[in-house]
Each structure stands twice: as structure tokens, then as C-alpha cells.
């Protein structure tokens, strides 16, 4: 082949409008999700200089980060008020701005609603090789697919509304290959948990990942939408996986997706995007996935991560001084001591959901270690937050949330929920919590929160235990 | 946006690495419909602690924050440079940015300057006693000591930082190479439109207006 190209620089090369003399290119947006908290400041700027939205149709909005989890209609089918004035006025103006400007919006009440990363995939809207973007840092989630999908700031989704182009400069190319298959109880979530592990929160910054090997292979769609979802933690902007049957079988039929003739046109262009033998990455760094065991965080940065089996590490164990002020204060803020077991930690919280963790593979893997058991007496909140109506019902039909229900966990309505402290939602200042969630940050989860990173099944496990647990002792007794 | 071609003033001696965005503005305050105001949610968690760089009157409105590797990492929102502009901060330095943030921050007219950690040391000493110049002009950072670091921006966000140009509109003006690339892809890859989807995805108003 002459020129060898990897996917990133196909799908680049394809939606590049014009490039200009400084090497910034003009680069058309196929597909734009919007959302309630970074939209509101976009609409009133395209009204205050009397702009239009260019193409509504390829443009989709969905409530999400601010919206309760509890009961949205009463036993009546009543639509119940939003008791905090300021997330209400916020979920109204996006009613009203996609109104205004001939957006499509699914509401609040409407089954299809959830996060807005879950959706974009599961209704179709995100394709392979489009360009995708949405004012939330974790839209890298839809690179899972194929798409070239990143997070931008509200004048980008202003620039995006006006015009569906970005001004661009091309990003550098990072291969992420996991080599090797997955061992007994380990998950995607633990695979890009020792991805970020290695390659440190500013690790990706300036790349874009392409995730590659026989582990990312052999994963669902649901798999490879948790670990391109957490490209952002590793510091790039956007993660991809090449579509492959895999994610054309997820696709098909999807309400939004390609019908028909249309649909052997899209997949014969998507399968020419995968990168070509001998095409050149920047960067590539490569993982066993023999040695990966089940993970999670220990501190406030993502790339704090450790086998369930370890120990919360000594500051003075690391070699570069910044890191070692950044460890302590990690502690101090955690409440842990160096050299406490892992799995001698208790918690009061149980989180599962997000758009990291809150597919219907998700919630049977977590479903699967409660079921029979129940939630420890010193939890004091453990949720099952579904991605969306969809993943909802889809448990439902499963008996999932029975399961749930039986062990003492919450069942509650699709959203952003405990990820981040926006909504009702949130674990109590010194108090701690497994998190099936994508940050750890200091405050996150609300104000002197505590967020331990784990998988959908370790997040089980911990509830059933009350302190993080080694999910494969579970596995084990039950079988 | 105004242009900047200097900032020059007291500077904040912090030097913390992977500074996110939840720590510059917690997401409660993220619940605004607004740009404005938001200063006073700006690093909420660190300014509970006694004795923070962010309440010591020494570096009161200062216009430069001197930080570590990886600022502004996690989350899109663009509330964070919204909160450092509104507190009066034009000109953030450190090792490496967040590249969400990177762009939020030159649209709200705020330089991210990219120096090497010995620079960012130097300056962070300095900084404790006296005040700091970021020249667009030279592209360089100095101080009343003879220090010097040039540093490299991006040459399109360097002019529109200069001359106050406003993106929405420089594109706006590339109107029919845009619908030209349209009616490109329309032809040759038809399926891209979306699909209607779901009854439940409705659709109000008139679009294009
Ligand atoms: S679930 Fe969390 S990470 Fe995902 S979009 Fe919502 S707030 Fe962001």
C-alpha cells in the first residue's frame, strides 16, 4: 500500500472542509448531542447575534446530568415538579431552546431518554467513521464504534450549532493494543483501569487512542464503550475501536441507524476504515491482559490504580517529587494509611451506573454476584441507576431489577446520578464510595466525597461485603 | 472578546499537577444558565481550607496562575475557564494543559502558557514576592530578575487572541465551501443523514431561522 493510513487519519481526512495556511483545518461534525448544563450559554449566543442552527437534523438533545432519579411521573401519569429551582430552569431552557431552534429532544418522560453517551450509540445516532461531538468530555465513549467523538466547550457547541464544523488541528496517533484474553472476573472497566494505570492521566493528552489487540477484539459493544468512555481519564481527548462485525451486528436495526440499500453502502464504507497494515502510530504502548486482575483507584486521580489484591501505596514509593506531595494529599483527602489491604477498606456507598457502567451487560454482571446475597447493614445507599429507559426495561424483562430490589438495592429512573454531584444524588461529605463511575476526583460525588473506581461486579461485591472485595471470592463460593 | 496582547501582575504560586475542572468549579455551580458569576465558585474545595493561596491577600485579583502538569483534566465544561476569567485570572502557566481546556481557555480570552517544569518551579518561587509578564508580542514570560522563557502557541489561536476574533464568525464567513463539502458527502455517502428514530425523539419549531 503507498500510503498506509490508520483509522483516525481516514476518518480525519474524509470530513476535513478546508485546511488553512496556519494548518488549522475547517472539520464537518456529522452528528452533535446536546444536553442541559453546557448548552443554555450556546443557544443564548446564536440569539444574541441572530444566528440559526445550521442542521438540526443532525442534531439530537436529551436531559441527563441534572435530572433526579427518582419517580418522573406520578401513579396518575402526572409529570412531578423538579424541586430545585435552578437544575428545573435549566431542564426548561433545553425543552425550549431545541424547540426554538427545530432540535430533536427527547424528554424527561420519554422511554428512549437516558445519558447522553448511552443513547447516541444504542438509538443509532452514532455511527462508525462520523465525526461526533457533544459538550461533555466523556463523548469519547461513542469512539467505541468508530466514530471520531470528543467532548468541547459550550462556544464549540455555539460554533457547532451555527456552522457543524470545528476548527481543528490534527491530533497525534496513540496505539493502545491489550493483547492476551481477560482472566476469571476481570472486566473492560479493569482493563482501562490498568490502561490509565500505566500510561498517567496526561498520558494521552494531544493523541488520539486507538484501542487495539485480541481483548478489544473479542469485547461487546457495551465492553469497548466502557474503555473508549475513559479515553479522557488517560488525558485523549477521543478513543477509537475499528467497527468490525461486532459493532455492525449492534447497529442494525437500530432506530437511527442506515436502512436497507443504505445499510450495505455504510457497512462496505466502514469496513474500508480499519487501519492499514504497516500504517504508523506515534506512540504505541501494549498490555498483557494476563496480568490484569481485577482493578480499582486508591486516590484522586484516575491513574491511582491498583490490583484488588494490593496495597494503598507510600507516597515516599514514588519516584518523581510532585507525585509524592500528590499521594499524600490523596490520602489525607481519602482517609487512608499506606499499606492498608485494599480489601480491608469499608464503605457506605454503593454507585452502579453512569455512562461508563450502566449498559445492560453491566447490570447482569452486577446482578450476577448480588443475586441470593444482600447489601451489607452499614451501606447506606446502594443504587442501580440503568443508562436509559431502554436499559431499563431491557433488566426488567430480565428480572434484573428484582434482583436489585431483593438485595436491597435502589432501582431508580435513567441519568447522570451519582457520577457527579449535579443532581439529588450524592455521597455525604467523609464517606466513601465504590463507583462504577469514570473520576475520583476530590469533591466529585459532592463535597468531601470519597470515590473508589470499580467495575460493575466489584461494585457488587462491595455491597454485598460493605469494604471493597475481590469479586472472584464471590464468583468462586457461588459456583 | 477583547484582545490581549499582555498580562502582567501578581501571580498565584500554586504548582499542583492534574488541577481538574471539578476543582476549579464544582458541578453544583454548573446548574447556571449564565457565563457570569461564576468567580465565586472558583476552587470552592480549596478555598475551605485556612490559610489558601486563593484568599491571601497577597495575590488578591491576580492576573496569572502558575500550576502544574495536566491542568484543567476531566470534564468539557467550560464554566472552569468561565470561573478563572470572572475571578480575574487572563493567563494560566503550566507543564501541559487538558486539551478541552486549552480551547475553553483561549475562547474567554485566557492564555494557556505551556513551560517546562524547571520554568514552572523558578516561577513558582518568584511569584511568592513579585509579579509576572506573559508578552503575546515576544512570546515569552518574564520577570524583574532577568528570567526568559519563550513559549509556542498555536499561530491561528495567537491571532485570534490578538485581535479579538470571533470563531463563530470566521467560519460563518466559509459558508459555501461548507455546503460545497455537504453536497459532496450527500452524494456519496447518502446514509449519513440521520434517521428519524424512535416516536418518542420529538421534534418542534421551524430549525434554520
Ligand atoms: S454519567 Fe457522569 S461522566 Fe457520564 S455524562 Fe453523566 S456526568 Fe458525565
Redesign the interface.
Known amino acids: 500500500m503507498a500510503n498506509p493510513k490508520t483509522l483516525y487519519e481516514k476518518i480525519w481526512d474524509a470530513h476535513v ?2 485546511r ?1 495556511d ?3 483545518c ?1 472539520v ?1 461534525i ?2 452533535h448531542l446536546v444536553h442541559e ?2 448548552s ?2 450556546a443557544f ?2 446564536l440569539r444574541a ?1 441572530g ?4 442542521r ?3 442534531t ?1 438533545a436529551v436531559p441527563d ?2 435530572l433526579p432519579t427518582t419517580a418522573r411521573v406520578d401513579a396518575a401519569g402526572h409529570v412531578l415538579p423538579i424541586a ?1 429551582p ?2 428545573a ?2 431542564l426548561a ?1 433545553l425543552r425550549s431552546n ?10 424527561a418522560t ?4 437516558g445519558i447522553v453517551h448511552v443513547i447516541g450509540p444504542e ?3 452514532t ?1 462508525p467513521g ?1 465525526t461526533l461531538v457533544c ?3 466523556h ?1 469519547s465513549a461513542h469512539g467505541a464504534l468508530g466514530a471520531l467523538a ?7 457547541v ?2 457547532v450549532l ?4 470545528l ?1 481543528l ?1 490534527q ?1 497525534k496517533t496513540m496505539e493502545v493494543r491489550v493483547d492476551g484474553s481477560l482472566g476469571y472476573g476481570v472486566s473492560p472497566k479493569d482493563v482501562i483501569l490498568a490502561i490509565i494505570g500505566r500510561i498517567g ?2 498520558g494521552g ?2 493523541y488520539v487512542i486507538e484501542f487495539t489487540g485480541e481483548v478489544i477484539r473479542a469485547m461487546s459493544v457495551e465492553g469497548r464503550l466502557t474503555v473508549s468512555n475513559m479515553s ?1 481519564e488517560g ?1 485523549a ?1 477521543a478513543g477509537l475501536i475499528a467497527p468490525d462485525d461486532t459493532t455492525f451486528a449492534y447497529l442494525r436495526d437500530r ?5 436497507g440499500a ?2 450495505d ?2 457497512v462496505a ?1 466502514w469496513r474500508s476504515l480499519a487501519s492499514d497494515p504497516g500504517a504508523a502510530y506515534d506512540r504505541t504502548v501494549t498490555l498483557d491482559a494476563t496480568y490484569i486482575a481485577p482493578s480499582l483507584t486508591w486516590g484522586t ?1 484516575p ?1 491511582d490504580v491498583v490490583a484488588i489484591t494490593g496495597i494503598v501505596p507510600d507516597p515516599e514509593s514514588f519516584a518523581d517529587p ?2 509524592r506531595v ?1 499521594a499524600q494529599k490523596s490520602l489525607d483527602y481519602m482517609g487512608l494509611a499506606a499499606g492498608t489491604a485494599m480489601q480491608d477498606i469499608p464503605i457506605e456507598h454503593v454507585f452502579i451506573g453512569s455512562c461508563t457502567n450502566s449498559r445492560i451487560e453491566d447490570l447482569r454482571a452486577a446482578a450476577a454476584v448480588v443475586e441470593g446475597r444482600h447489601v451489607a447493614d452499614r451501606i447506606r445507599q446502594a443504587l442501580v441507576v440503568p443508562g436509559s429507559g431502554l436499559v431499563k426495561r431491557q433488566a426488567e424483562a430480565e428480572g434484573l431489577d428484582r434482583i436489585f430490589k431483593e438485595a436491597g438495592f435502589q432501582w431508580r429512573e435513567p441519568g447522570c446520578s451519582m457520577c ?3 443532581n439529588p444524588d450524592k455521597v455525604p461529605a467523609g464517606e466513601r464510595c465504590a463507583s462504577t463511575s469514570n ?1 475520583n ?4 460525588q459532592g ?1 468531601g466525597s470519597r470515590t473508589h473506581l470499580v467495575s460493575p461486579a466489584m461494585a457488587a461485591a462491595a455491597a454485598v461485603t460493605g469494604k471493597l472485595t475481590d469479586v472472584r471470592e464471590l464468583m468462586a463460593s457461588k459456583s | 472578546m477583547d484582545p490581549v496582547s499582555q498580562v502582567s501582575g501578581r501571580a498565584y504560586p500554586w504548582g499542583a499537577k492534574n488541577v481538574d475542572t471539578d476543582v476549579i468549579i464544582p458541578a453544583h455551580w454548573l446548574k447556571t444558565t449564565s457565563r457570569k458569576g461564576l468567580g465565586r465558585g472558583a476552587f470552592e474545595t480549596v478555598r475551605a481550607e485556612p490559610g489558601n493561596l486563593f484568599d491571601d491577600p497577597r495575590y488578591a485579583g491576580a492576573p496569572v496562575l502558575v500550576a502544574g502538569e495536566n491542568f484543567g483534566c476531566g470534564s468539557s465544561r467550560e464554566h472552569a475557564a468561565w470561573a478563572l476569567a470572572d475571578m480575574g485570572v487572563k493567563a494560566v502557566i503550566a507543564p501541559s494543559f487538558s486539551d478541552i481546556f486549552s480551547g475553553n481557555a483561549f475562547k474567554n480570552g485566557i492564555v494557556p502558557v505551556v513551560l517546562p517544569q524547571e520554568a514552572i518551579d523558578r516561577l513558582v518561587e518568584v511569584a511568592k514576592t513579585d509579579e509576572i509578564t506573559v508578552d503575546l508580542e515576544t512570546m515569552t514570560v518574564t520577570t524583574a530578575y532577568q528570567d526568559r522563557f519563550p513559549f509556542e502557541l498555536d499561530p491561528f489561536r495567537r491571532e485570534c487572541l490578538m485581535r479579538g476574533l470571533d470563531e463563530v464568525g470566521i467560519t460563518l464567513a466559509r459558508d459555501t465551501a461548507i455546503s460545497n463539502y455537504e453536497a459532496g458527502v450527500a452524494a456519496a455517502r447518502p446514509w449519513m443523514l440521520a434517521g428519524n428514530g424512535h416516536e418518542g425523539v420529538a421534534v418542534e419549531g421551524s430549525g434554520r431561522t
Do not use: C
Not at chain 1, 431552534?101 to 424528554?107: K, S
Not at chain 1, 451555527?162 to 464544523?165: D, V, Y
Not at chain 1, 432506530?255 to 436502512?259: I, Q, S
Not at chain 1, 476526583?441 to 466529585?444: D, E, M, N, S, T
Open positions: 472542509v478546508e488553512r496556519d494548518g488549522t475547517l464537518y456529522d452528528r448544563v453546557t443554555p450559554q443564548d449566543a447575534n444566528r440559526g442552527v445550521r438540526p437534523d443532525l439530537l446530568h441534572n430545585d435552578e437544575s430552569n435549566q431552557a431545541t424547540a426554538e431552534f427545530g432540535i430533536r429532544y427527547i424528554d420519554a422511554p428512549e431518554q438509538q443509532g445516532f455511527l462520523t459538550g461533555d468530555s463523548t470528543f467532548g468541547i466547550g459550550t462556544s464549540e455555539e460554533h451555527a456552522t457543524q464544523t476548527l488541528r491530533s492521566a496526561a493528552t494531544g479522557i488525558g481527548r432506530p437511527m441507524a442506515p436502512k443504505d445499510w453502502q455504510a464504507w486521580s491513574e510532585s507525585k500528590a457527579l454531584a449535579m473520576r476526583f476530590v469533591g466529585r463535597p
